[in-house]
């Protein structure tokens, strides 16, 4: 079974900074995807950033961007520039390949601080 | 085009009444996906299914819980005789057919058991 986790509960970060939020996953699968959710006080669930694991390339969406390291089996999110509204819980999350349900971590709680 | 769409956001049950959580999917998707959040936790999976079909319900109690998505209208997640522990936020999420595409998720019903 994949396993997702999460090391840091909560982080802090000043407005315009960078931060980076850790995930580490376990899994025997080769093909799969790996994303970074944000969920807001209004707890709508946002797709932040996708990655395939095929692809080398690190993915990069605006201010968001990812380390993804397969042999490490690692997948960290870079926030550049925080902005207030980037405080939310992030929520790193595996899928094997195909339509399967999302295994997620249990949460980083960012603080974006003015 | 719209997003996917849940009703109620918020849903108050006295234990021992039913609970019923509908979700309608983003036009095009044919995939849901029902997922469970306790307070401080991250999603865990409960049910995944497609137009007239269960796909996979590993996650899901089997006792009082149940899902459909009928052919015509939006699914629906069913408690029966709910319990405080059921407590919680559900979320749904939906994805097109293409293999291995993104879940865009609900704004969630937040169900508390009085």
């Known amino acids: 079974a994949q396993t997702v986790t999460q090391s840091q509960p909560e982080m802090s970060v000043q407005e315009a900074e960078t931060v980076t939020l850790s995930c580490t996953y376990d899994t025997s699968e080769n093909n799969y995807y790996l994303f970074w959710y944000k969920q807001p006080p209004s707890r709508q669930m946002i797709l932040v950033i996708r990655q395939e694991a095929y692809k080398q390339q690190n993915a990069t969406e605006n201010r968001f961007s990812v380390n993804f390291q397969k042999a490490a089996k690692s997948f960290s999110l870079k926030i550049s520039d925080s902005q207030l509204g980037d405080t939310a819980m992030y929520f790193c999350a595996f899928m094997k390949q195909g339509n399967t349900p999302l295994v997620f971590g249990k949460g980083t709680r960012l603080s974006v601080i003015a | 085009n719209a997003g996917v769409m849940q009703n109620p956001r918020h849903l108050v049950r006295r234990r021992g009444q039913e609970a019923r959580l509908r979700c309608s999917p983003m036009?095009?998707?044919?995939?849901v996906y029902w997922y469970r959040q306790l307070p401080e936790e991250g999603l865990k999976f409960m049910v995944y299914l497609q137009k007239e079909n269960i796909i996979d319900e590993s996650g899901m109690p089997k006792e009082r819980f149940s899902a459909e998505f009928p052919k015509e209208g939006p699914s629906i997640l069913r408690i029966q005789q709910v319990v405080r522990g059921d407590s919680a936020a559900y979320f749904c999420?939906?994805?097109?057919?293409?293999?291995?595409?993104?879940?865009?998720f609900g704004p969630g019903t937040r169900l508390t058991v009085l």
């Open positions: 999420a939906s994805s097109p057919d293409s293999w291995g595409d993104t879940q865009y």
């Open positions: 036009k095009g998707h044919s995939h």
